[in-house]
């Protein structure tokens, strides 16, 4: 089952997820019902990208609102497609909300346990990685393109919360909207690298093509890497929707060649306070 369900134009829902925890929202943007101008006709994100500040924040402030969780409670990353993480509290909440060159520099991922945070990190094409161990009150966000991935950003996660005292079996994924196989063609380079970190699984998670080139299912090398983590199978679930095929939903760097938004992955707890 499709654990990514829309709930607005503006996003989509991890269902079972915000049906079970009272107060939590977790999911990722869409590109649908934005301000951007120019190229950007869509609600994009990301203020690295070319687009006006404006737009930017003026579709940032319209998530808040369908959310329902303000914009100075948000922080945000400078990603830079390694396997840095980073606690943060209350304290950190505004960092990256409204301008880029506040936010965290050199992470791909957050986690805490305090409420009246939400964790952003920008996509459009990359594995997006949500995590929430309830019984702790932890969640966590990571990115995941092909290089935070085979450096293990998802075992990273489930090692810091280890960390914490908190076993991998208590954990629960979910692996969002991103490129699927057939539309993610890589060089062996990168599959050497893959390879390497999956050496002793049977059925590999790519193909070959042609002439040197592959298909690879970066979504389930992820999912292999958080299995040999300890995550059990039955704690992970998976998007079936493609950033690059679903093309009225989603952004994607490689179809739209690098001209194109950003989608914002989100898991916050609500406070009873947190009202716009």
Wanted: hydrophobic share 35%; net charge negative; with cysteine.
């Amino acid at each position: 089952m499709e654990p990514f369900v829309l709930q607005k134009k503006s996003h989509f829902f991890i269902k079972n997820w915000t049906d079970q925890f009272a107060n939590l929202v977790a999911g990722i943007t869409t590109k649908m019902d934005g301000y951007s101008q120019d190229e950007f006709t869509s609600l994009n994100l990301g203020f690295h990208v070319g687009d006006y500040l404006s737009a930017v924040c003026a579709n940032r402030n319209k998530v808040a609102e369908d959310l329902n969780f303000p914009l100075n409670n948000w922080v945000g990353a400078e990603q830079t497609h390694d396997n840095q993480i980073r606690k943060v509290t209350r304290a950190d909440r505004g960092r990256g909300s409204n301008r880029y060159d506040t936010s965290f520099q050199g992470t791909d991922g957050f986690y805490t346990d305090e409420k009246g945070i939400l964790l952003t990190l920008c996509y459009a094409d990359c594995v997006p990685l949500l995590f929430i161990a309830p019984e702790q009150g932890m969640i966590g966000a990571a990115h995941a393109g092909w290089k935070g991935t085979v450096k293990q950003i998802a075992a990273k996660m489930i090692g810091l919360w280890g960390m914490e005292g908190i076993l991998p079996e208590h954990i629960f994924v979910s692996i969002g909207p991103s490129i699927c196989k057939k539309c993610y063609i890589v060089d062996k380079r990168v599959i050497d690298l893959v390879q390497n970190i999956l050496v002793d699984v049977e059925e590999k998670p790519y193909n070959l093509v042609k002439d040197a080139e592959y298909c690879l299912d970066l979504r389930e090398v992820n999912r292999l890497v958080l299995q040999k983590a300890g995550v059990p199978e039955q704690n992970i679930s998976m998007s079936g929707y493609c950033s690059s095929c679903d093309q009225d939903e989603f952004f994607s760097h490689r179809r739209d060649q690098g001209r194109t938004g950003r989608m914002v992955s989100f898991i916050g707890w609500k406070e009873d306070s947190c009202r716009l």
